[in-house]
């Protein structure tokens, strides 16, 4: 158990439409990450909030946005989902920037 | 192309085993870091290499980080059942921000 909980575990969405994924950290860490991890492949970072500002972005399309609130829990959201959207989605908290990550279990996003 | 190769890509193995995974770069890295991702979890960090030539032990695995911190090693004694995961290599890309990168991974399955 790492602390980070992701919500939910699983989704099923249509081509076109949007969604929110929802990641709580760790108590006490400032910083949240999130990542898309498609079948066979490692983790792609899309971006990174700090203290509730963006401080990095993956090669990810505008469509993919985010948010970070003041108790540091964040969202992403996703707009006019494609197939290729199809992955896991993976949050990391840590204290600071660049320090460790602790990953939660993911919410595995199926676009049809 | 992958800034981080990882090989194998996939290793089936009878547990006692021993084996060892590859993480390879043509670029120069400040450091490395070795992740452990298990069937429906998120990855889990195993260690953070920094010096050229630094060999890490974590009980029946030992890391090592190439001479010239472009590649690194995993190994792996008497492998067990609870040592299957995929194993995942990462980088963080700095210039302003902090990006992480990881490798498509090795995925180890090992057999009782």
């Known amino acids: 158990e790492t602390g980070v909980t992701q919500s939910p575990t699983h989704l099923i969405k249509t081509r076109g439409q949007q969604v929110t994924l929802r990641c709580s950290s760790q108590?006490?860490?400032?910083?949240v990450s999130w990542y898309q991890q498609a079948l066979g492949q490692g983790p792609q970072f899309i971006f990174q909030y700090y203290r509730e500002e963006e401080n990095g972005r993956g090669n990810f399309p505008p469509r993919f946005s985010g948010l970070q609130f003041p108790n540091y829990s964040s969202e992403l959201n996703v707009n006019a989902l494609e197939l290729d959207d199809s992955a896991l989605y993976l949050c990391?908290?840590?204290?600071?920037?660049?320090?460790?990550?602790?990953f939660g279990a993911g919410t595995r996003l199926s676009v049809l | 192309t992958q800034l981080l190769e990882q090989s194998p890509q996939f290793l089936s193995i009878q547990e006692g085993e021993n084996l060892t995974v590859y993480c390879n770069s043509s670029?120069?890295?400040?450091?490395l870091q070795w992740y452990r991702q298990e069937p429906g979890e998120g990855p889990v960090l195993l260690v953070t290499v920094v010096t050229g030539g630094e060999v890490k032990k974590l009980k029946r695995l030992t890391f090592q980080f190439g001479d010239a911190r472009k590649d690194s090693s995993l190994h792996i004694t008497a492998a067990q059942p609870g040592d299957t995961g995929l194993y995942l290599c990462?980088?963080?890309?700095?210039?302003?921000?902090?990006?992480?990168?990881f490798g498509r991974g090795t995925s180890l399955i090992v057999h009782p």
């Open positions: 990391a908290s840590s204290q600071g920037v660049g320090n460790i990550q602790y």
């Open positions: 670029s120069v890295f400040s450091s």
């Open positions: 108590s006490g860490h400032n910083t």
């Open positions: 990462a980088v963080t890309l700095s210039g302003g921000s902090y990006i992480p990168t």
